[in-house]
């Protein structure tokens, strides 16, 4: 299920079926171009592989609204982030997870309430392409049967 | 005077105004007839057949193929991926199913579930059907997965829009 009019209400009316989040962490920092090049390339990337995970389990995974914040200040932003899983779990979810392709994610890890996928992701490139087409594809297979191992 | 049938010249000029006129007048009006009659002509979408496999391909077997179609959806025109579990009956006719599940739409895969070597199974909440897509009763599908639409052109099968089964079992 996507956030949008129809799938939201699909959710309200068969919300026992539904129990898996993903909320798609995604950082930006506007001081060096290179690095907004690098995260503007990352999200689109990000976003591509949530929605990918997401049409293989549609029936059972919600994907929750991007959480953007400003890269570095990651200690700072683990309440935001708990708040934010508090607000999912109390629907209730029984899973929630994290996607990202920021790795300074993984040392928090055990202060977040839901569980980090962290993705080796790429650093730039053309996601038209057909190598990084089926790199995401690979990638996405073994995400899917990663969270199947939690239900 | 001879006796043969003469025009007069009033006639000629009758006849000759009345066919450049006519051919003026016909000028004018086919491309407005065109444009009348040119939403009829249109292919329509819906009917689009698409090459997926060669029929040599196909197995008794259900395999997933996947191709792309262009879809209009409101503000946004993009490719995208369909997919479709096929396979041959003994018969020889070929089954063409959407592996969409009815339940809230995952993804079905064939004989994932080693309890059930033989159905189609949904990973999110355990729904299953049988080869022939028709789903099984006490599991949380109600209703046959959709068929697809399909023709067979010089050994290539060619899949066209998926079409629902009703309420099934």
């Known amino acids: ?151 | 005077m001879s006796d043969k049938k003469q025009v007069s010249r009033r006639q000629f000029l009758n006849y000759s105004l009345t066919g450049v006129g006519g051919f003026m007048a016909a000028g004018m009006l086919a491309p407005m007839v065109r444009f009348a009659i040119d939403p009829v002509l249109q292919p329509s979408a819906a009917g689009k057949f698409k090459a997926v496999v060669e029929e040599s391909e196909l197995t008794s077997e259900p395999q997933r193929f996947t191709w792309k179609i262009n879809q209009k959806d409101g503000w946004y025109e993009s490719e995208v991926e369909k997919s479709a579990w096929v396979y041959k009956k003994e018969n020889g006719e070929i089954v063409a199913l959407s592996p969409i599940c009815t339940h809230l739409g995952c993804t079905v895969d064939w004989a994932s579930n080693e309890e059930y070597p033989n159905q189609f199974y949904c990973p999110c909440h355990g729904g299953r059907y049988k080869k022939n897509g028709v789903n099984i009763p006490n599991t949380p599908p109600t209703a046959p997965l959709p068929l697809y639409e399909h023709k067979v052109e010089e050994g290539m099968l060619y899949l066209g829009q998926a079409k629902s089964r009703g309420s099934g079992v």
């Open chain 1, 1 to 151: 299920m996507r956030w949008n009019q129809e799938d939201i209400s699909l959710y309200a009316e068969s919300k026992e079926y539904i129990d898996t989040m993903i909320i798609p962490l995604i950082p930006f920092d506007v001081q060096k171009d290179e690095l907004m090049k690098k995260q503007a390339f990352q999200k689109e990337l990000l976003k591509l592989f949530a929605s990918e995970v997401e049409k293989e389990y549609k029936g059972r995974i919600l994907l929750a609204p991007e959480y953007h914040y400003i890269s570095g200040r990651h200690k700072e932003e683990v309440d935001r982030v708990n708040h934010w899983i508090g607000q999912f779990t109390n629907l209730p979810f029984d899973h929630i997870f994290l996607f990202t392709l920021d790795m300074n994610w993984r040392k928090l890890s055990n202060d977040l309430q839901g569980e980090i996928v962290w993705l080796p992701g790429l650093q730039s490139g053309n996601l038209q392409s057909s190598e990084v087409q089926s790199f995401i594809k690979e990638q996405v297979s073994q995400i899917a049967e990663m969270i199947r191992s939690y239900w």
